[in-house]
């Protein structure tokens, strides 16, 4: 048998690092931070076959099946204990009597028995298919995620086949808005509300044992007690005894090889010194802390906070383990800050060439800020966690490194490297465009030429190499910045921009999210970002978020179980309380989906559509607009796909504007009449007042990706 970890990432502000642990026909994924989908397509790290643990509590017995028993150690900080729930205040200045025509009170709560089973069914519908076998809806865009339907509660289509609506779909939410009558479950998981809970500050270590290696048969010992090769054999080593002529009577141990304990591996988690005390105090380490004890551990890999390293409690704890006991560290100041997606790294260094500005480099460091053979009194098998190292289990452990240079663009040895320099031909493109661009008269004065959009994410559906989900960041001068929609990921992806230095600045600017719809791709990033805000910015100022009304549900129920922000600091706006002046609705899209209209005092005006259909009222509204954000999340040659999955087609985009176009591995195919229109990358940065020169730019982009295989949509599906 064949067992190894695999690291995925390394610890950075993001969190820690994700370990998926292989065995022959099962896989199991320890941490699951942000990031780890597109990090696993980006190094094609392979998920299938992977398991679901149930949540873990005081009460929880340990998970058992016949590869591994995961046995949790939760420890609290030693001084302040669980943390008190801040529950987020539950009226704003916005809200009025009027929106309960569009409020769902939750009057009730959900039996935990009754959540417990509608979670598990969630969680099965991620990853089954119709009971026809029929593909997904239209709206999710086939990603393997999206919530399918189970075989209760059929539904019969025109066509006489049948389907069963999620819970809370959108179809559900329709019916129950709109008086139709629907089926009594689903109304009730919409009214009901989650158990309460309370924050908590645990932090969870796992003991992970695997299985032990059954008795080996030792035929010369057989033969030497005068048992002859037969049936015998199996018998003895099944465990029955076997009586011979002699009346002697033959064991197991006597003819078999001692059982052989399976590996241990430890993943601990210890955020900062507060949790050292009962950490290290645990008496679930203590049968491998005994010198003459039979378990002893392969590997620790430990997940800690910056501090905890050099901490003497900590060290001491380490030394009480057996010496051939490796130790795998991970923290921010331990773990060089590399590049970690080096597909659009290597893309942003041919577009750099272009412009540094518009289309700057990922911030990384391949140097740690702190050395491990620096930190004194640690066990000499120590190393340091590093993004697809593996640990290998079974049949003999041990480390290893990725044989591979780290990303770095000015080591003109790498491959990747050399060949962006030695490409004539785009190099001469950029030339030309830079030329073009030098034409271009950017002096005209105006009301928001100075204001900075900044893609961060300008994928769709879910993260890609190329291109992570949707976030846009408008930063206004004097006052601060917005948040157009943020998708998992969107915090890693200001940390790539703005690096370490400047991350928490440009984090404790952010004055409001605006949320446009309810797909998991355009919001899961809003609670890091949140946490992140919270954290850099140390004044009285509020965070406003708008979104549809359902979201607030949702981000109160979240914040049952872990804290993000102080409710004081936060206000919650609806965006049904802004119709019909400030927003638009998206048609053909979810029944909570809106544009945005943003007006500034100053005069200069933006629209941001969120996901829709060619929209009569966006148009309306996107008159004498200084910018128009439009997603084109598909091709021209996808038009019937577009209708069905209720997007744009880049032309439609163009139709009703400008550009943003979405979800490609690389570029769009544009046509002749489409030429004055230039891509959007992730981790472009540009003041309006620029945005002349970027169809300037269209000919060379175009050129720098032509040989290169457009397989993203192949790579997204990780096997």
Known sequence: MKAYIQFVGQNSPEGPASLIVHYDDQRYLFNCREGTQRLCVQEKARLAKTITIDEINEKSKPFQDKNLTVTPVIIYPSKSGKRNFQEMSSSSSSESESDSEFHFKKISVVEEI???????????????????GQKAPGHTIEADCSP???????????????????????????????????????????????????AD????TYICQGASVPPKFNKEAALKLGLKPGPVYGQLQKGINVTLDDGRVITRDMVCDPEVPGHVFVVVDCPNSKYIDELVNSKQFDPYLDPNGKSKINVM?????????????????????????DHIFGSTNICPQTVQFTSHALGQVKLSKLNDKIFPIPQYSNIPETKLSDIKGLPKNSFVLENMATYNLEPRNGIAYLDRPPFNHTNLDLLEIKEIENNKEYNTAVRSAKIEASTVDISEDFPGKDVEVVTLGTGSSIPAKYRNVSATLVKIPKYGSIMLDAGEGTYGQMLRLYGLGQVDEEMSKIRCI??????????????????????????????????PFVYKHWLSEYRDIEFIASHRRLKYIRSENLLPKSFVKGQEQNK???????????GWKLIYSGDTRPCDSLVEAGKDATLLIHEATLEDASLDKAIAKRHSTTGEAIDVGKRQVQRYPKVPVLSEDQSKVCFSFDMMSIPIKQLPLLPKYTKAIQLVFKDEENDEEDETKIK
């Open 114 to 132: 009754d959540a417990h089973s509608y979670k598990q069914r969630v969680v099965s519908m991620m990853f089954t298919n119709t009971n026809l």
């Open 148 to 198: 399918r339907p189970t075989k209760k509660q059929p539904k019969t289509n025109p066509d006489g086949t049948t389907t069963t609506s999620h819970p809370l779909s959108e179809e559900s939410a329709q019916s129950i808005s709109s008086g139709r009558k629907v089926n009594a479950n689903q109304r009730n998981y919409l009214m009901k509300a989650l158990p309460r809970s309370n």
């Open 201 to 204: 500050t645990a932090a969870i």
């Open 301 to 325: 890999i430990h997940h800690l906070g910056n501090n905890v390293i050099h901490d003497p409690r900590y060290i001491d704890w380490l030394s009480k383990f057996d010496k051939t006991t």
């Open 514 to 547: 605006f949320v446009s719809h309810l797909h998991a791709d355009h919001h899961l990033g809003v609670i890091q970002l949140i946490k992140k805000w919270s954290i850099a910015n140390r004044t009285n100022d509020t965070l406003t978020v708008v979104a």
């Open 592 to 602: 909570w989906a809106y544009g945005l209209s943003l007006k500034h005092k100053s």
